[in-house]
């Protein structure tokens, strides 16, 4: 990755942050896609939230002509039939690895960091949450998939990881999310699953879901 990811940060807090969500957007988004999610969350000041928006580097993108866009990584084929770009994704993991690196710098703990991901994003959010050294907050993966399933490491200690998919996808199958999940779980991870009967994107009920499970883990 010859470009350095530029990240945008909101925040929800009174005094100063003691927790950190770092939020990744799908291929041919930036970061500003999911600032919305800030205010749609209505997480409580207390909680002390940072949010990180990185921008993911601009690329060609085989399924789009080559076009030049925001992705994390290549995507070969829009099936998923040919190989994986695993160099990209190693690259962008290393990245935002960086990035939870800085927060735990700027003295946030491992434990307050939530990695989160849609689409692209989510791939990279699990790639970069579960090889993170240090036990972190949790992952949320939407409408995504591992891409690298038979490499994925084994669970070293508990760590949430919500995962949430629309059973109408048509660009990440339902059937591949579902594989994922259960790769995750034969994996040790403790899954929390949920589907919606939407396409490739969030829905309303999803996001109060999303407020839940962060309240859950965090407050």
Not at 103 to 118: K, L, N
Request: hydrophobic letters at 45%.
């Amino acid at each position: 990755m010859n470009e350095q990811p530029v990240t945008t940060v909101k925040t929800r807090f009174k005094s100063h942050p003691t927790t950190a969500i770092i939020w990744l957007h799908g291929l041919g988004a930036d970061g500003h896609d999911f600032e919305p999610i800030v205010d749609e969350l209505r997480l409580p000041e207390t909680l002390g939230v940072r949010f990180v928006f990185p921008h993911a580097p601009r690329r060609p993108v085989t399924i789009n002509q080559g076009c030049i866009m925001r992705a994390w990584y290549d995507i070969l084929a829009c099936d998923f039939s040919r190989g994986v770009d695993e160099s990209g994704i190693r690259a962008s993991q290393q990245q935002v690895q960086k990035l939870i690196a800085h927060e735990i710098a700027q003295g946030i703990a491992p434990s307050r960091i939530v990695v989160a991901g849609f689409s692209q994003g989510g791939v990279i959010a699990l790639e970069a949450g579960a090889r993170f050294p240090e036990k972190l907050g949790g992952i949320i993966a939407l409408s995504t998939y591992l891409a690298l399933p038979d490499g994925f490491p084994v669970a070293r200690e508990s760590m949430p990881i919500l995962m949430a998919h629309g059973t109408l996808d048509t660009v990440v199958p339902f059937a591949l999310a579902a594989y994922s999940r259960s790769v995750l779980e034969n994996k040790g991870y403790a899954v929390e699953w949920l589907s919606y009967p939407m396409q490739h994107s969030v829905c309303a009920e999803e996001i109060a879901a999303i407020r839940d499970w962060l309240l859950r883990h965090l407050a």
